[in-house]
């Protein structure tokens, strides 16, 4: 008995801690499970090497095994199973974004080039101008059918009320192969899966121009109150676009196609 009562909170302690571990393996499968969804056109995932690969070869893991030091080296140095930690809120309202609650934001940057082109040149070779709304165009990769979710996008807002169509009015850019300000890292822009548009007063926000610290950023919460902007973001997300706007590093120009955040493929 005594044998039994000093060794039940090690036996309890191993039940557990085999219960954590089977919920977080279930996690697993079901994000990589995602991801193998959004980018089945592209790369296949393989139970045995527990990575993504692609038809000439290439392998890309699912987990790195690496501890990332704080925030900014998670941000540089990715995995897949990084990339997938956070969920993003889909749909409206959502919860003002808590310290470093970025949900894609963290990006394996190999995955991207992989899927989309490792250079400028690559990317532009699959570029395609879809025409957008008030006689525009707006340029974007075909890879992966991020075209044809625009042109839908297009179609949606077109039904929509004039005050509405003004949040997407004027195209700040699509395609650009640049880093993001501050970083070394490369903006999804990069990759033709990005479109910003110049919103209203008031709903234009970009963490670093606030001059707040790292942080320190305050969010606006009068963004949460708008519907028109509802009603944009709803339409995007729709269509495998997340928005920077629900990032604690807002960024409320910026959609970029992501639908491994979103599970739009499901059922296709
Ligand atoms: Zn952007």
Redesign the pocket.
Known sequence: MKLLSRSAPAVLCLFLAGTLAAESENNDQTKIQTLARAYASCCTFCEESRAFIWPDGTVIPWDDGEIKTDYEDLLNRASLRDQMAQSYPKGWPFEIPLLNQDPGRVRNEAFFKKIYGASAEEVRSNLVAVPWLFGKSISVTRINGVDQALARIRDKVAGESPEIQGYVKHS??SFNWRVIAGTERL???SFGI???FKFPDGAHRYWRWSGEKDGKITYHSALLHNTALAVIVEIFEEEGFIW?GKWYHH?T????YRPELLDCSEGE
């Open positions: 700040l850019g903006s999804m822009h990005a479109v910003d920077g960024d120009m910026h959609f970029e």
